[in-house]
């Protein structure tokens, strides 16, 4: 979103303002103290901010609000910062407002079953706050152990088991926000629905920018009794794709499905040992989930089905321990490629499903013509393709070749009928690449959204929507059939 | 572009120029449905036609003015369906109706509303600009997700024109079980069973009678009845469709009819001058009654919900105001995509 013009700051009464709406040490304003919070899992993108605040409450993140928004001060939301867009960098002009400290599960009801929680509560502790009632949290993205779920709400965060059980829109009921004036404001509700517009739904993965998430109510589903997986190797990746579609025409909906390419399998084998067969060029794995019955019947017809989708092998999870076993190659991916490449840069574009075979030929030409490797972990069954672009950060140009190959990849992403990104979010990463995908106008409709919200665009300025501005100077506006939509506008 | 598409960018220009009301219509089959219908009818059942459908991809595209039994009918024959099961109301139902109203059918609770399976929508808005939100593709965080606002706005933001959806397998196996019951021992064993790995599909109560619907993987739904015993109802299809397109004798004659969206786990709410037939596992009730439209949207907001006039109600009451911060923030919603007030003014609230 475009930064607004702001006034000078008078950053010694901001602080004394702050200073008093906060509990003694929750306001950082040293370099040391602030040096944890210049990036987020993004780490090629570090800022400092004016200062941290870190309060402990709803009402402390309303009167933070209120201070900066009177005196014209962006802020910038955090959870606990494992986002990978950089939709949590802060503003070199900004209060970061770190809401870590907002971690209690303020109440669980396991008969209308769903949990009230702090958006500064992992992910993950939701889940284990539910397990004594047999229900859990479903979205679980792979860094569930330490990701908060006020992030999550920012981001709309997936994970592996999305395909069935939904994204973080689909299991959030309600919220508590702080609008960026201060303004408590409450969306959603227990009931299934609320009345007037779905601003629940326009919430979710708004990255930070329509409000600061103060509490959040979240669906809990009955933990499935059993999970079994088949590992299916294959001797090319279009093979691989088909027993994909092959699956779901089946009328299968798998718990999990997840496709790896050679090069992502070759780095988790030396790392992990999770028992992937080093001679295939793709590996699927299918998980399901549910009652023993219905889990026997549909291993079965998995394995019927990825076997006449030309299967070179195959292999099914008989236990807890062996499923886990085959779960933790693809789990181990990031950092198994983080160990055979100084550096790499993860992609997140989503493309229809039927154009896999050519967009991974597209990637494997990229990879020649810059001249870097390129492993492709994807969560097969909804499309998300994350390519991991090799380079060495130490390496003049090297930087530079990987995000220019990975911007191909998201431009490709988009020219076969996807988006460029599936689950990371935009944050600063990928605004570039926002005007590849949306046309001007609709980039006006989301401005305007914001300023709905946000009339001083204060909130988390510079992420997630570029300014018309910034899409003309990249050459990258939308033109279509030749004409651009708002020829009053100036271009540079 | 289409004729369609141009025609009604023409006219909804003109009609931003002039401030006249346009009055968008699909089949006509939720003419009942919200608030008052002021202006000029802009027609949209010409629009028809899916645009695109690859079942191995999970997502149909289509334009906003095709029939929604045309829909499920070129779902069905790949084994296919929306799961949220849209009412019809008249065999004249479009898919642009749909989305606008945003309303869902018994199986809502276990498979999601009809926003949770709106992958994109492409609009056109007050000024007349076409927009494209959302994708074709399951997962998508680019942008405010402003297409999954169209579900339910009445058509306030924007004149839909084309919208992709998620779509799911059919259930291979469909059961229906009844149970004698209390509706608030109903209500307990909807929630308590909802908690449970069980395919449920639907859950009913009404006259005594606890109606359960299992759903899914034939093996699963074997299981399940097993567990839960009851006995079949026959004719299960009809009993469904009844509750879906109010055909069922509860929603007959004049009285009142008033949808209450509430926490599932609230008391029953049948009481003198009000009756009451339970969907949604407890979070939809449907109450006749001739109280007044405060007392019936205090009751809704007591058990954490809200009231929405089907039937019998004066429009303009048909449905509940939010908070007021959340109202202005509509109010602002509302001007950025429709500065002149002219698209379905009145549909959803009466200042609109």
């Not at chain 2, 009445?154 to 229906?176: C, Q, Y």
């Amino acid at each position: 979103m475009n930064a607004p013009t702001l006034p000078p700051i008078d950053t010694a009464a901001l602080f004394s303002a702050l200073a008093e709406v906060l509990p003694k040490g929750a306001l950082l304003t040293t370099i040391e103290q602030m040096r944890p919070y210049e990036c987020d899992g993004l780490s090629m993108y570090r800022r400092l901010p004016l200062c941290v605040a870190l309060p402990q409450n709803e009402a402390q993140v309303a009167a933070v609000l209120r201070i900066c928004n009177a005196r014209g001060v962006p802020v910038v939301a955090r959870g606990h910062g494992t986002g990978l867009a950089g939709g949590a960098l802060p503003e070199e002009g900004g209060v970061l407002l770190s809401l870590a400290r907002l971690n209690r599960i303020l109440e669980l009801d396991p008969l209308a079953r769903t949990a009230r929680v702090q958006p500064g509560v992992r992910n993950l502790a939701i889940s284990e706050a539910a397990a004594p009632h047999a229900l859990y949290y479903a979205p679980d993205p792979s860094s569930q152990i330490a990701c908060s779920i006020g992030g999550n709400v920012a981001e709309n965060s997936g994970g592996v088991h999305c395909l069935k059980y939904g994204l973080t829109v689909h299991n959030v009921v309600a919220a508590r926000v702080a609008l960026a004036d201060g303004e408590i404001i409450e969306l959603g509700g227990e009931a299934p629905d609320a009345p007037g517009y779905d601003l629940m739904a326009l919430l979710v993965g708004s990255e930070g920018l329509l409000g600061v998430v103060t509490e959040v109510t979240v669906k809990l589903l009955p933990r499935p009794q059993l999970a079994r997986v088949v590992m299916a190797c294959f001797d090319s990746v279009e093979k691989a794709g088909q027993g994909v579609a092959a699956i779901i025409a089946a009328g299968i909906i798998p718990a999990g499905l997840e496709m790896m390419d050679k090069l992502a399998i070759e780095a988790v084998e030396d790392f992990v040992k999770a028992g992937y067969p080093l001679d295939a060029e793709a590996i699927l794995l299918a998980e399901s989930d549910g009652t023993p019955e219905e889990v026997a019947n549909e291993i079965e017809r998995i394995e019927a089905v990825l076997a006449a989708s030309g299967a070179t092998a195959m292999r099914t999870s008989k236990d807890e321990a062996e499923r886990l076993k085959l779960w933790a190659g693809r789990k181990a991916a990031f950092p198994a490629v983080g160990r055979i490449t100084p550096d790499y840069y993860c992609m997140d574009g989503t493309i229809p499903r039927r154009h896999l075979g050519d967009v991974l030929r597209q990637i494997a030409g990229f990879s020649d013509e810059f001249g870097l490797r390129c492993a492709n972990v994807f969560h097969a069954g909804d499309g998300n393709l994350h390519p991991l672009i090799f380079y060495d950060a130490n390496k003049p140009g090297d930087l530079e070749k990987a995000e220019a190959f990975g911007n191909k990849i998201l431009d490709l992403s988009v020219a076969v009928g996807g988006t460029i990104t599936g689950e990371h979010g935009v944050g600063v990463e990928k605004i570039d690449a926002m005007c590849t995908q949306f046309h001007s106008r609709e980039l006006t409709a989301f401005h305007a959204v914001k300023a709905a919200f946000d009339p001083k665009g204060l909130l988390n300025p510079g992420k997630a929507v570029p300014t018309l501005h910034r899409c003309a100077e990249m050459g990258r506006m939308h033109v279509h059939a030749g004409k651009t939509a708002h020829p009053e506008l100036p271009r540079f | 572009m289409s004729d369609f598409i141009d025609q009604a960018q023409a006219r909804i220009r003109a009609a931003h120029a002039n401030g006249t009301p346009l009055r968008i219509r699909g089949g006509g089959s939720k003419d009942f449905f919200g608030g008052e219908r002021v202006g000029d009818v802009l027609d949209t059942a010409g629009h028809s036609g899916v645009i695109s459908y690859d079942p191995s991809e999970l997502v149909l595209t289509v334009k906003a003015g095709t029939p929604l039994r045309e829909v499920e009918a070129t779902l069905a024959a790949a084994g296919q369906c929306l799961p949220f099961e849209p009412p019809h109301f008249g065999s004249a139902a479009t898919v642009g109706g749909c989305v606008a109203s945003g309303l869902s059918g018994p199986r809502r609770p276990y498979a999601g509303a009809v926003r949770d399976y709106l992958l994109g929508v492409t609009l056109i808005d007050g000024r007349g600009e076409s927009l494209r939100f959302g994708g074709q593709v399951m997962k998508n965080v680019a942008g405010f997700d402003t297409f999954r606002l169209q579900a339910g706005a009445m058509g306030t933001l924007g004149l839909i024109t084309e919208v992709s959806f998620k779509v799911l397998p059919r259930p291979e196996a469909d059961e229906t079980r009844v149970f004698a019951s209390s509706a608030a021992e109903a209500i307990a064993t909807m929630n308590k069973l909802a908690g449970q790995p069980l395919p449920l599909a639907a859950a009913v109560h009404r006259d005594g009678q606890l109606t359960l619907r299992l759903a899914g993987n034939p093996a699963a739904v074997s299981a399940a009845l097993a567990k839960l015993g009851g006995d079949p109802l026959v004719d299960a299809a009809s009993f469904w469709t009844s509750i879906r397109e109010q055909t069922h004798p509860f929603f007959a004659g004049e009285a009142p009819l008033w949808r209450l969206s509430v926490k599932p786990t609230a008391p029953p709410l049948a009481a003198d001058g009000i009756d009451e037939l339970i969907d949604w596992g407890g979070g939809q009730r449907w109450l006749r009654t001739t109280l007044p439209v405060d007392a019936v949207r205090a009751l809704a907001a007591q058990h954490g919900g809200h009231a929405t006039a089907h039937r019998g109600v004066d429009r303009q009451h048909a449905f509940q105001p939010p908070s007021a911060a959340v109202m202005a923030l509509h109010r602002r919603l509302k001007a950025t995509f429709d500065p002149a007030g002219i698209l379905n003014r009145g549909r959803l609230y009466p200042d609109f």
